[in-house]
């Protein structure tokens, strides 16, 4: 028998196109009955590159059938061809593969003129139409080139297999496993084979199992676990992720089954490695290092000093499932931190990246897929740390409501216990210490949450922290200090802000730091703006010094007997009461400054809310915060009668559950807390009963009208305008004389005219006010 073949020896084959060959060949005798029409044969010998045994006997019976049927106009052939051109006739004699011009075959015969291989790709299906309707000459042609392949010795092990090997080894993977891989590996190197894939139409999956069963030679069992929803295969993103346990069985084409989704993966499974370690450290994205110190977290202090001591140790000991998990708003530092902490743990940190080489997002399943490999690469190290950021789109959500518990297929409900499972078995055994980061955990299961082994809410920094990253990141600008304090004082500041800020303004390139300030303040003014955080406006200057000699306390307490009371206590509830412009809130600024605290000032209005149930979480939310910094802290709020109104006028059921938050959040504070009200008689008597010290901030007297003239107008008072101070005993504020200073600011030639009788009308007009204007409060 003579036969055509590429290569006068199996050895002198190019051994990917073997390996193809060898693929597409088991394939031919699995599948016995095959569509008509179907492209398969085609496109596999295309993607073997022609490696394929021609025996005289199958090529005699090919002339044959082709010689007795009519030509077939194919969807490769161009629109103006002949149709009644036989591809063996005269004009177009007999067309196959050649080597260097001619065939090779036994006794160096040569049986036909033949083209050039890569003409192969664009063959007409009349070719193969023998081969597609008639299973006895396939299945000659597929014997006779396995027979002729497997005569080549084994040679090297190509990299796409070596990388399957050890990609299924780190999985833990069986057999059938490490088969799947090599055969999604080539795959990878060959892409004319997944195309000739697609040509295979299976529909249901069942079929699928056996044929993949028969090529990897195990059961159908094994090759179904490889596809279930929760294999390994698919957490990792190599398979396609399946929301539905169902969808497995609606794969139209067997290349469905057999691309590599996850493009990690995919990148790294052709490439050459010295080692499996090598292999999987290509999956590895060492962190970049932070610029932030211990000083800058300092607010943090507890938590680090819990943290790297349980760091050290888990990797010193290899104890697994070590997780700690850093949540909070958008910029607060918390990739920042995690790399702090790794560095004073003397540690590597390696990311698991959130998106792919082109720049593409990458999925969950492919997020989790890299965590995996990431994991197996740095298995019996004792010196590294792991980086997920943005972990919330990677955990199996418990967030759902009964309404969805009641409605959801009983199937699902599995499926979604299955993947909590799975979750859970991960956080278990992770080999090394991970991070994860998110914005909020609100989504995540409980059941998932009680697997890490430390958890820190990362709020906003206090103001003395915010100081020093404001001098770290703006320092270039030249910012003068004063700029630098109004900045540390914003609300809601975090170390992004700053930063962000820093690199805009830099690039703005200011000619002077004064034109820089500018760019700052409007660089932070819009981003607040858009953020939806508030945006203070810029304090008037203090129109006259503040001054406790000009605070009026009715009864026993009195200024300088309350400060040391307070110095003395870490707890303590005040309610600050009285006729509007007393300086009541001023006076918990100067209490908070002598305590060497921050004053974390929130008004009744912030706390309100539309929305049903919302009340009581901004309430929580602002205890909350100021119980993690309640030894640095002083929480003062500010026109607490719009929030805590009497509950027995209560007309909504809303208006008194948040009066009871309330009440149930100050009992367990540990900090020191001040209200202020102007109008103490709207105070639920509940709310009341919880302060310490209730305190009535009373209008001036005479001695303090005298001297605050004094003070604020620069010159003596006459006799006439002593006695019309006195006048004023008990009705006159700070706030009155403050805001005439302003006025004469403005028209310095009223200084010289009745300044008395200014205040005295500014007392009138104010005190016809009240009720329907909010007075203006002590500096102002």
């Not at 918390?334 to 990458?362: H, I, P, W």
């Not at 518990?405 to 080999?431: S, Y």
């Not at 998932?448 to 270039?476: D, N, W």
């Not at 209008?699 to 305008?721: H, I, M, N, S, Y």
């Amino acid at each position: 028998m003579r036969y055509l073949r590429r290569f006068p020896s199996a050895a002198q084959a190019i051994p990917v196109e073997r390996a193809v060959a060898e693929v597409v060949c088991r394939l031919i005798l699995f599948r016995k009955p095959m569509e008509r029409g179907s492209d398969f044969l085609r496109l596999g010998a295309s993607a073997a590159g022609g490696l394929m045994i021609w025996s005289e006997y199958l090529l005699d019976r090919m002339i044959d059938e082709l010689q007795q049927k009519p030509r077939r106009r194919s969807r490769f052939d161009s629109a103006d061809e002949d149709s009644s051109v036989h591809p063996l006739s005269d004009a177009r004699p007999l067309a196959m593969v050649q080597l260097n011009g001619e065939w090779v075959g036994e006794n160096d015969l040569k049986l036909c003129e033949l083209v050039d291989p890569d003409e192969l790709a664009v063959l007409s299906n009349d070719w193969f139409s023998p081969l597609i309707n008639d299973y006895s000459l396939r299945s000659r042609l597929a014997h006779d080139t396995l027979q002729w392949v497997r005569q080549a010795c084994p040679s090297r092990p190509l990299p796409y297999q070596i990388n399957a090997a050890y990609l299924a080894e780190g999985l833990g993977l069986d057999a059938a496993g490490a088969r799947l891989l090599e055969l999604i590996g080539l795959c990878i190197e060959v892409p004319g084979l997944l195309r000739a894939f697609a040509a295979i139409e299976v529909g249901d999956f069942k079929r699928t199992a056996r044929v993949l069963a028969d090529l990897f030679e195990c059961t159908e069992a094994d090759v179904e676990s490889l596809y279930r929803p929760d294999s390994l295969l698919r957490r990792c993103g190599v398979l396609e992720s399946s929301q539905d346990p169902g969808i497995r069985h609606h794969h139209s084409t067997l290349d469905d089954l057999l691309a590599c989704h996850n493009p990690s993966i995919r990148a790294s499974l052709t490439r050459t490695f010295e080692s499996a370690q090598a292999f999987f450290a290509s999956f590895l994205l060492p962190a970049l290092p932070t610029r932030l110190n211990l000083p800058d977290v300092q607010h943090l202090d507890r938590f680090t000093d819990l943290a790297l001591p349980t760091l050290r140790h888990a990797t010193e000991e290899g104890a697994p499932g070590l997780n700690i998990m850093l949540y909070g708003p958008p910029g607060t530092g918390k990739t920042e931190y995690a790399k702090l902490l790794a560095r004073e743990a003397g540690l590597q940190l390696f990311e698991v990246a959130c998106s792919n080489d082109e720049g593409a997002g990458m999925s969950p399943n492919d997020r989790l897929g890299s965590l995996m490999l990431a994991l197996q690469s740095l298995k019996g190290r004792r010196d590294a740390m792991v980086l997920l950021d943005e972990a919330e789109d990677v955990f199996p959500t418990g967030g759902h409501g009964a309404l969805f518990q009641l409605l959801v297929m009983g199937r699902a409900r599995g499926r979604q216990d299955q993947g909590k499972a799975w979750m859970h078995r991960l956080l278990e055994q992770m080999a090394v210490p991970v991070i994860w980061t998110t914005n909020s955990i609100d989504a995540i299961d409980p059941a998932t949450l009680r697997r890490f082994s430390l958890i820190l809410k990362m709020g906003e920094p206090p103001r003395s922290v915010k100081r020093r990253l404001a001098e770290q990141y703006l320092g270039a600008l030249n910012l003068p200090a004063v700029h630098l304090d109004a900045i540390a004082a914003l609300p809601a500041l975090t170390p992004g802000h700053l930063e962000t800020t820093a690199r805009t303004v830099s690039l703005a390139a200011p000619e002077s730091p004064e034109q820089a300030s500018a760019f700052v303040d409007q660089q932070l003014t819009h981003a607040r703006r858009a953020l939806g955080l508030p945006v203070p406006l810029k304090r008037r200057d203090a129109a006259i010094p503040y001054d406790i000699r000009y605070v009026n306390l009715r009864g026993s307490h009195n200024a300088e007997t309350l400060l040391p009371a307070l110095g003395r206590t870490q707890r303590a509830a005040l309610c600050f009461y009285g006729v509007p412009g007393t300086g009541k809130t001023e006076f918990g600024h100067h209490i908070a400054k002598c305590l060497g605290r921050e004053l974390m000032v929130r008004s009744g209005s912030d706390l309100l809310s539309p929305w049903v149930g919302q009340t009581e979480q901004l309430i929580a939310q602002m205890f909350e915060e100021a119980a993690d910094r309640s030894d640095e802290v002083v929480l003062l709020l500010d026109e607490a009668d719009t929030l805590l109104g009497d509950r027995s006028h209560a007309r909504a059921s809303w208006e008194i559950s948040h009066t009871n938050e309330f009440l149930a959040q100050m009992e367990s504070f540990p900090g020191l807390f001040i209200c202020t009200t102007n109008l103490m008689d709207r105070l639920d008597a509940a709310v009341l009963r919880r302060f310490q010290f209730r305190l009535e901030f009373e209008a001036l007297r005479a001695d303090q009208l005298v001297a605050l003239f004094v003070q604020t107008f620069g010159r003596e008072a006459t006799p006439g305008e002593v006695m019309a101070l006195q006048r004023l005993a008990g009705s006159a504020v700070p706030a009155d004389f403050a805001n005439i200073a302003r006025v004469l600011r403005m028209t310095p030639e009223l200084l010289n005219g009745d300044v008395v009788g200014l205040v005295q009308e500014e007392v009138r007009s104010r005190r016809g006010m009240l009720g329907s204007v909010r007075a203006m409060g002590f500096m102002n």
